[in-house]
């Protein structure tokens, strides 16, 4: 992170990245230096509430965060900046949105955790439009226009007030990870499935396992068992996916499967007031399939670059991630986030699904949203399928390649409902593998 002096002193010209986080309440102007240079500007974490009238003299400027300030109003200059690819406000307070702020080159649009009760209808007009993060806001309702942004991969609704999902939404060609949790259009916890209540204060809080947007993974022993345990503590705020209450509820709901982390109970922390799940600690010699989307490739994962999987691996995951989607579909559950990341694999392709923060439950009473519900997750399965090929160890594309990638066409046929369901995709694996093509 460069420094607020640097830049005043003219140390950064001809920068093309620049990162300033200094408690600032007003822009600072020289940043318009950088004009024929800057392409990455991220002013997260400060105090601003407005932009400069000729911000867009920044015309090589791609991506702009600007998270965690006290912006009310989107600004509208934002419009006028040719080339902007990626914008992020997570965390402010705007509440409004005016049609020209909108810049029709955006791929990627972060508005988590504001108050925006309506978007501009101008947003219908970002065909390049990949990944939109609403989570935590105010709508009630979507424009019909964003039924125009025909590459819409990734949505986040998640905790809005949102009565009902429009049809054209489920049929957009492209939507493959959806979340809509926290909305009165998703479904309530069924109260007949609960966990295990476990005393916070029988467990031992060792090191840190991870962290993710929702909350800390931690290891923990636990008074009477000989085996350590992971102890999930959520933050208790909207991240990015919805509220944890709803990841803790479809975490519980999902229930027994060999591919999922098994849930061994929840916990409530009583001197912080934050709730968590106990889970099976997964054995260390799992390693992480994939890696989470950069700001280039937005919607896909990216993989080690010496990672290669055999035709045995690769059938064992998809078999295994065909089969815990079936098992949550069928429960009304979409994970909302099946993405290699959120996988762990064995030597053997033996796979651990997990992370249900981006998790929905929708009603399966009505059957064509129930399969329009599932086969939108198809289409992220098809992009599984189309990574897993891309690590394909052998140098030809065999048999068992052609297959796979037939397979991988079908999940993303344009027309929604002529896609199959998961049930036949596993039937469709058994069969590659019972023919010896592995």
């Known amino acids: ?68 300030n006290e912006f009310t109003v989107y600004p509208e200059v934002l419009g006028d900046c040719p080339l902007l690819d990626i914008v992020g406000f997570k965390a402010n307070h705007i509440g409004q949105i005016s049609n020209h702020a909108i810049g029709q080159n955006l791929r990627w649009l972060i508005l988590t955790n504001n108050m925006i009760s309506a978007l501009p209808a101008s947003i219908g007009d970002c065909h390049r439009l ?14 019909n226009e964003l039924q125009h942004c025909k590459a819409l991969a990734l949505l986040r609704l998640s905790a809005n007030k949102i009565e009902i999902l429009p049809d054209w939404l489920l049929s957009l060609p492209k ?10 259009c998703s479904r309530i916890p069924n109260s007949e499935i609960e966990a295990p209540l476990i005393s916070y204060d029988s467990l031992e809080i060792q090191d840190k396992l991870g ?39 479809s975490s519980i709901e999902a229930g027994d499967h060999d591919t999922l982390v098994k849930i061994i109970g929840k ?43 055999s035709d045995l691996q690769i ?25 290699a990341h959120n996988m762990l694999i064995d030597e053997s392709g033996k796979t651990l699904f997990g992370d249900f923060g981006a998790a929905t439950r929708y009603d399966r009473v009505h059957l064509a949203f129930s399969n329009e519900m599932e086969r939108i997750e198809v289409s992220a399965f098809g992009y599984l399928v189309d990574d897993l090929l891309s690590l394909y160890a052998s140098k030809d594309q065999d048999t068992f390649y052609h297959a796979l990638n037939a397979l991988k066409e079908s999940c993303h046929l344009a027309d929604v409902s002529s896609r199959p369901n998961f049930e036949q995709i596993e039937s469709i694996l058994a069969e590659i593998k019972s023919k010896n093509l592995v």
């Open 211 to 249: 962290e993710g947007a929702s909350g800390t993974i931690y290891r923990a022993s636990r008074d009477g068992m000989l085996q350590d345990v992971a102890v999930k503590v959520f933050k208790g705020d909207v991240t990015s996916d919805g509220f944890p209450e709803d990841e803790m509820n």
């Open 175 to 184: 939507l493959s990870w959806l979340a809509f949790s926290g909305n009165p």
């Open 130 to 143: 990949e990944k939109l993060m609403l989570a935590g806001n105010k709508l009630t309702e979507l424009p």
């Open 1 to 68: 992170m460069q420094t607020l002096e640097q830049l005043k002193r003219g140390e950064l010209n001809g920068c093309t990245s620049l990162k300033l986080s200094a408690d600032m309440e007003t822009f600072p102007m020289e940043i318009l230096d950088l004009a024929d240079t800057l392409e990455y500007l991220d002013l997260s974490a400060n105090r601003l509430s407005e932009l400069p009238s000729d911000f867009s003299k920044l015309r090589k400027l791609k991506v702009f965060f600007c998270s965690n």
């Open 267 to 309: 916990t409530d922390d009583p001197y912080e007031s934050k709730t968590g799940l106990v889970m099976e600690l997964i054995p260390k010699h799992y390693i992480n399939l994939g890696n989470p989307p950069s700001l280039k490739t937005c919607t896909r994962d990216v993989f080690n670059s010496d990672m290669q999987l």
């Open 315 to 339: 059938i064992n995951i998809l078999t295994s991630i065909s089969s815990v989607a079936n098992h949550l579909h069928q429960k009304g559950i979409m994970h909302g986030d099946l993405y």
